[in-house]
């Protein structure tokens, strides 16, 4: 069965980096898109982008430029979400999600809680 | 960029009631239009793609439709478990937007 497993929860201080994991298994890996997805404290949720898993392309929403970075390990089926120079406004749960073939995200990880305080 | 709407915000009924939330694309999406259930301290879960398709495993109580602008999502009979937050997505251009969220509760 499809299963997206993240990293564990992070507590960084600002300025700081980290890098969340995504591993996915039960399909192809290759073949379905990988959707990255925020959810503030309380707040909705916020599509962040996605990355072709097939060339590595990544698509960034507006708000999402600069300090984040999708990338890709194939070998180990896994997508990863960089953040760099962290504020405290970046404390949220980070989801990925399956791009499903009707286009739509279908699966989605159980969330990483990244926490950014001094 | 597409904004999405939902309304209502939140909304109290009882187990049993028929519930109906409605959800506004500012432009036309088609029918590239996802509707999701998030529960406290879980990740959403895909109810119904492309406006009106049941995901398999989704209890059939639950319904979509609509088409352009304008959606909907149907429950027909409130279940306990149904108390969470719905969300509707459009996927029709990026940035695929979500919608504000409606909550339902327990009346």
């Known amino acids: 069965q499809v299963q997206l497993v993240q990293s564990g929860s992070e507590l960084k201080k600002p300025g700081a980096s980290v890098k969340v994991s995504c591993k996915a298994s039960g399909y192809t890996f290759t073949s379905y898109a990988m959707n990255w997805v925020r959810q503030a404290p309380g707040q909705g949720l916020e599509w962040m982008g996605w990355i072709n898993t097939n060339n590595g392309n990544p698509t960034y929403a507006q708000g999402f430029t600069g300090r984040f970075v999708f990338s890709l390990d194939t070998s180990v089926s896994t997508a990863y979400l960089q953040i760099s120079s962290l504020k405290a406004e970046d404390t949220a749960v980070y989801y990925c999600?399956?791009?499903?073939?009707?286009?739509?995200?279908?699966?989605w990880g159980q969330g990483t809680l990244v926490t950014v305080s001094s | 960029d597409i904004q999405m709407t939902q309304s209502p915000s939140s909304l109290s009924a009882s187990v049993g009631d028929r519930v109906t939330i409605t959800c506004r694309a500012s432009q036309s999406i088609s029918s590239y239009l996802n509707w999701y259930q998030q529960k406290p301290g879980k990740a959403p879960k895909l109810l119904i793609s492309?406006?009106?398709s049941l995901q398999s495993g989704v209890p059939s109580r639950f319904s979509g439709s609509g088409s352009g602008t304008d959606f909907t999502l149907t429950i027909s009979s409130l279940q306990p478990e149904d108390f969470a937050t719905y969300y509707c997505?459009?996927?029709?251009?990026?940035?695929?937007?979500f919608g504000p969220g409606t909550k339902v509760d327990i009346k």
């Open positions: 999600a399956r791009e499903g073939s009707g286009s739509y995200p279908d699966y």
């Open positions: 997505q459009q996927s029709y251009s990026t940035p695929f937007t």
């Open positions: 492309a406006a009106s």
